[in-house]
């Protein structure tokens, strides 16, 4: 058993960390936005111009940009925070993880007495913040990917008046709704600072990875390079998206069943148990005892969290 006065130690750091942390984030917000704005702005049209001049840009890059020295966990929660537009830092992604940590690992270990039975739990909580981001960027790529067939004919109705293409990118991004309004702008943007028409798409492709999207930049790339209608063909793409789209809906209806059936299975051996620790607790006690069972309780719980993935991952299917 963990010492009182450690327990109380490990509580208050995490206290003051959290409380810093909530202190901090607001004040560092505007500056972050800023310095986010300014290196999606900046680095694109650079990149082109050394590629232009012949400068060798990938040794350049690597080793005189501070962000090309810095580990792999804190490149990859940048590119995540960027992804899901989010104004926290690395720094403050990895002390929340921290930090629920080792509240958790303290206040399981307080209540299951047991090492092996805690980490599981603190590892879990401390990956709450990368769940949170990853969740969050989904949500703003699926918005992203509803918004596309609006977009494309937004695109396709503007280069059909006689705009360029940068001018119909910032008719579509002056019309259409977040997120795909900043994803047009930033990519109209580096247009016009003086990045490539096609390396400008494929970053486009880059953040926000869809397979509709990727479609419309390969097509915008050769009209550009043939020609050819540009208004018929993003038309025509419009309409293949859109049925694509219905074609999704009508398999999540088709599947709702199965689905309804996973969180069924999942939720029944929970309510059961709580309802057996009402009705006969002398029953279910030993499952939450120290000892064998409850190494078994902990199996249980994840071989069902198992079951779970499996049969929701059974029911999606690619259109």
């Known amino acids: 058993m963990i010492p009182q006065p450690i327990m109380v130690g490990v509580l208050g750091m995490a206290t003051i960390v ?28 650079i990149g082109a111009l050394e590629a232009q001049l012949g400068i060798p840009a990938r040794r350049s890059v690597r080793e005189t940009h501070p962000a090309a020295r810095r580990p792999f966990p804190m490149r990859f929660l940048e590119r995540l925070l960027s992804e899901a537009e989010s104004d926290l830092s690395p720094g ?5 993880s921290a ?11 307080a209540v299951l007495r047991e090492l092996p039975l805690a980490l599981p739990l603190g590892a879990m909580a401390g990956a709450l913040p990368v769940w949170w981001l990853r969740r969050r960027r989904g949500r703003r790529h699926a918005r992203f990917k509803r918004q596309l067939p609006e977009t494309i004919g937004l695109l396709a109705s503007s280069v059909r008046s006689g705009h360029s293409l940068p001018q119909a990118l910032e008719h ?8 795909t309004r ?17 390396d400008a798409l494929e970053r486009l ?17 050769v009209q550009h390079q043939i020609g050819g209608s540009l208004a018929k063909i993003l038309d025509s793409i419009s309409e293949t998206i859109r049925e694509r789209i219905r074609i999704e809906g009508d398999i999540k209806a088709l599947t709702a069943p ?28 030993p499952l939450f005892q ?29 259109v």
Do not use: H
């Open 92 to 96: 403050a992604i990895v002390a929340a």
């Open 172 to 179: 579509v991004a002056t019309d259409a709704p977040e997120p």
């Open 290 to 318: 120290p000892g064998p069972l409850r190494y078994a309780l902990f199996g249980a719980i994840a071989l069902v969290a198992m079951g779970f993935l499996i049969m929701r991952a059974m029911t999606k299917i690619d």
């Open 99 to 109: 930090a629920l940590f080792l509240v958790t690992l303290v206040v399981a270990f």
């Open 205 to 221: 492709v880059a953040r926000y990875p869809s397979d509709d999207l990727q479609l419309v930049v390969a097509a915008i790339n």
């Open 258 to 285: 199965q689905r309804m059936s996973a969180y069924v299975l999942c939720a029944l051996p929970v309510f059961v148990t709580l309802g057996l620790l009402l009705i006969g607790p002398d029953y279910v006690g």
């Open 182 to 198: 900043a994803a047009i702008l930033l990519a109209g943007r580096e247009i016009g600072l003086g990045a490539s028409q096609e």
């Open 18 to 45: 959290c409380f810093v942390l909530v202190l901090w984030l607001p004040l560092a917000e505007a500056e972050r936005r800023v310095a986010r704005r300014l290196r999606a702005f900046v680095q694109a049209p």
